[in-house]
């Protein structure tokens, strides 16, 4: 199963922020998305499972949708009104299987 992840790179302050995870060579059964900041640690920031549902971490929770188009293998993650503190490299996956993430950095 590959893992990637895409995205913009470069977000303005107050935009929102759109990244997309692509399973091919298999499936995965839920899509967690993770993401680090520059010189912290990993922070979990929500799921989406095989039903459907998500889940959200309480630190981003009202600010971030997760979603997934089945036709395509592709889940997608949107964070609303980032700010710097959003700059992070942003993992999707599960268990053994993760891409090897995307820059994110949030600067006018």
């Known amino acids: 199963v590959h893992v990637q992840e895409s995205g913009p790179g470069l977000v303005k302050p107050s935009q929102t922020l759109f990244l997309t995870c692509t399973v091919s060579?298999?499936?995965?059964?839920?899509c967690n998305w993770i993401r680090q900041p520059p010189g912290k640690g990993i922070e979990w920031m929500g799921a989406?499972?095989?039903?459907?549902?998500?889940y959200y971490g309480p630190s981003l929770r009202g600010r971030t949708s997760i979603s997934r188009d089945m036709s395509k293998n592709q889940f997608t993650l949107q964070v609303r009104s980032v700010t710097p503190e959003d700059t992070a490299v942003y993992y999707c996956?599960?268990?053994?299987?993760w891409g090897q993430g995307t820059q994110v950095t949030v600067s006018s």
């Open positions: 989406i499972d095989s039903s459907g549902t998500t």
């Open positions: 996956g599960e268990k053994d299987n």
């Open positions: 060579g298999g499936s995965i059964s839920v």
